[in-house]
């Protein structure tokens, strides 16, 4: 691990001085004579030397596995570690698809030809291993890219030689209580909202906050992950099936859709003056594309269980023409009743929850992991 730790430290080290390279000859734009051709000298050393330390750096370990499994080639390889250099001295903002090419290429016909590294099938975006920060961006060259939380941290963790000494994150561990739980989904709802507002209009306001702008990709990434993280901690947790949210799942076997669409509008009853959502802006809150924003409309239906059932009311006093997706929808009081543990009014049981609410799901990105 030490000689391939030096090894990633002398990759990070000749990122850093392309980098410096790269702005000295920007700030030397259109110059000419023997100071242009020193440091196109200088660019073609440090590359040649980068190309002979990067298989020593990603042999082995978690960083060989991820070589090997995607087949990804030197530039490859280059791309990964000089966005990882970005990152830890830039922040996650990331570089355009300009600058890495020109990284790797002088001429500007090369940086067409080489373009593919960074589009959609090249091997580092089917991999996970970057993603593109603009949803919709279609060119290469103005588009940013950065490296996934996941695949950033991985690589922290290899360098820093903690992947083998089992210094890993902390284990997940069990929920201590429903609420618990239900706190956790509404973290969860935080990522299906940021990622409605990336791909559609919201009216609805935003109660949980994420900081920051992550792409599309990430937003996806992140979601999984949170659904793999409840799973397994409610796994671990005695009696889990006992916890309100998870009966009514059961009771009315009901879908994720069904369940985030539950949880947001427990969390808008919580902590809002006005306890409902538009139908239209929940289903952009389950669709993943414009496809899929079509299929949900049967979840809101008269004939869904969500509405058949009495879970979800939709009120239609300020609809417009009759149109499901403008009517109003809000949970039925038995349910906010059910999920907060209250024999009581709805009214009455949200004072003490809204503290453990704005305390709990203040500051979301990302989710902190459990401890």
């Not at 006093?317 to 024999?343: C, M, P």
Request: glycine share 8%; net charge negative.
């Amino acid at each position: 691990m030490a000689a391939k730790t030096r090894g990633f430290r002398r990759v990070l080290d000749l990122c850093d001085q392309l980098s410096e390279i790269r702005d000295r000859m920007g700030r030397r734009k259109g110059a000419s004579g023997e100071a242009a051709e020193g440091l196109l000298n200088q660019r073609r050393d440090k590359l040649g030397e980068l190309w002979g330390e990067l298989p020593a750096a990603f042999a082995g370990g978690s960083l060989g596995e991820l070589k090997d499994r995607f087949e990804l080639s030197s530039q490859d390889l280059f791309v990964i570690a000089l966005l990882l250099s970005h990152r830890i001295r830039k922040g996650d903002r990331g570089l355009s698809g300009r600058a890495v090419l020109s990284m790797i290429h002088e001429s500007v016909y090369d940086m067409v030809r080489g373009m593919e590294i960074l589009g959609p099938e090249g091997s580092l975006r089917r991999a996970g291993v970057i993603v593109v920060c603009e949803p919709y961006g279609s060119d290469v060259f103005e588009s940013t890219f950065r490296l996934t939380d996941g695949i950033f941290y991985l690589l922290l963790d290899e360098i820093g030689g903690r992947a083998s000494s089992g210094e890993r994150s902390p284990a997940l561990k069990p929920f201590s209580a429903p609420r618990e739980h239900l706190l956790e989904m509404g973290r969860l709802t935080a990522l299906y909202r940021k990622r409605a507002v990336t791909l559609f209009p919201v009216e609805a306001q935003d109660f949980f906050n994420l900081e920051g702008e992550p792409a599309l990709d990430e937003i996806e990434y992140r979601i999984d992950a949170g659904w793999d993280d409840i799973d397994q901690r409610l796994l671990l947790t005695p009696r889990y099936e006992e916890y309100p949210l998870i009966r009514l799942e059961r009771t009315y076997r009901l879908s994720r859709e069904e369940m985030i669409i539950v949880v947001s509008l427990f969390f808008v009853e919580l902590v809002s003056p006005a306890p409902y959502l538009v139908v239209g802006d929940l289903l952009k809150l389950v669709s993943r594309d414009e496809s899929e924003l079509m299929a949900v409309r049967r979840l809101l239906a008269e004939e869904s269980t969500l509405v058949r059932a009495g879970i979800v009311v939709l009120d239609e006093e300020h609809g417009v023409h009759q149109k499901i997706t403008t009517f109003d929808a809000y949970l039925a009081d038995w349910v906010v009743e059910r999920l907060t543990g209250s024999t009581r009014g709805s009214r009455e049981i949200t004072s003490d929850m809204q503290i453990d609410v704005h305390e709990y799901l203040k500051g979301l990105s990302p989710p902190a992991p459990s401890e």
